[in-house]
């Protein structure tokens, strides 16, 4: 099981992102009743990991037989069918428990609901919508970046009756979706040789590598763009979280030397941006909410100890990245 974390997407990617979101919306909640969004963050929390779980697994299941062609090594492949259904639906089980404990509201409720089918949805057949090109990478995007944030922020009692409200979760939405087809397509471009030997039709399969990679490279400014349009959205009503932000692409600019970038090929160019805005949203921002709460809410200090153990990514990252700088000014020909 701990194998399973350390290599899912999902415990690696996503739940530091959402749970970012989750302590954006404590903070407000802590001043009402502590013990309360203690209790369900907790569920919350148990109820993510379960559905994560599930969908990995769910996954595998119906992949065992194109992974078996690939010779892609699947972790229900040696049970026998029945044991891989038990084993599947056991963290379904838990989820949907902990989340009818939850009593979220109606919005959640379809959030959630959609969740679980877009998981289905997206392995299943005959849907199996990741073999189905352009529609694999909207469900991808969907069930992985775009939905556990909307699903975080309704559960936590977010609302659209004031303009704010919509203008930030306009922004976000698009920062979501980028993110999350960058991903899938960065994805799919890694795994695109198991895919053809397994005969999966996704949108690299279809479409090319390179064309796929130039593809990402023109979304990237947008996604640049718009993180940076929710940074000074953001700083506006907390001026905190636009330092934080401007840290961080300061800290990331002299990690890839960025006085240097107008000598290197072009080629080189199109592999050197591809993944450093994760670093922001699956790193950087939960650690700036769950510093913001701790300020605001002492008690809750342990949450910061206990984010940074169970994702130590931000902490190695950054401490690569500071050791990479180092790298960087070792010769004058950097000064």
Request: charge should be positive; glycine fraction near 6%.
């Amino acid at each position: 099981m701990l194998k399973l974390f350390r290599t899912n997407t999902w415990w690696n990617a996503v739940v530091p992102q959402v749970l970012g979101w989750m302590y954006m919306c404590m903070r407000e909640e802590t001043t009402q009743d502590v013990s309360f969004t203690k209790e369900l963050a907790l569920f919350f929390f148990v109820a993510l990991i379960s559905i994560s779980v599930f969908g990995y697994l769910f996954n595998d299941l119906c992949d065992v037989e194109s992974d078996a062609k690939a010779g892609k090594k699947n972790a229900l492949g040696k049970f026998p069918f029945v044991v891989r259904l038990a084993i599947v639906a056991v963290p379904l089980a838990i989820g949907l428990l902990v989340w009818y404990y939850i009593r979220a509201g109606i919005v959640a409720n379809v959030l959630f609901g959609l969740q679980i089918l877009a998981l289905v949805l997206y392995s299943l057949l005959p849907f199996r919508l990741k073999e189905r090109s352009a529609l694999g990478v909207v469900a991808d995007a969907f069930y992985g970046h775009i939905n556990p944030v909307m699903i975080t922020l309704f559960t936590f009692g977010f609302d659209l009756g004031k303009i704010v409200e919509v203008v930030f979760l306009s922004i976000l939405l698009v920062c979501l979706v980028l993110k999350g087809i960058r991903n899938i397509l960065l994805h799919q471009l890694d795994d695109r040789s198991n895919d053809k030997r397994a005969g999966v039709q996704t949108f690299v399969v279809k479409n090319g590598a390179y064309p796929t990679l130039l593809f990402v490279n023109n979304l990237l400014p947008f996604e640049v763009f718009f993180t940076l349009a929710l940074a000074l959205f953001m700083g506006y009503y907390n001026p905190p979280f636009f330092v934080w932000t401007l840290l961080f692409f300061i800290i990331t600019y002299f990690k890839f030397s960025g006085w240097k970038l107008r000598d290197l090929p072009k080629r080189q160019l199109k592999f050197k941006f591809l993944y450093f805005l994760n670093d922001y949203y699956e790193g950087w921002v939960p650690v700036f909410f769950l510093i913001i709460l701790c300020i605001s809410q002492p008690q809750l200090s342990f949450l910061l100890i206990l984010h940074l153990i169970l994702f130590p990514g931000f902490v190695t990252k950054l401490w690569g990245d500071i050791k990479t700088i180092r790298e960087n000014f070792k010769t004058e020909d950097d000064y």
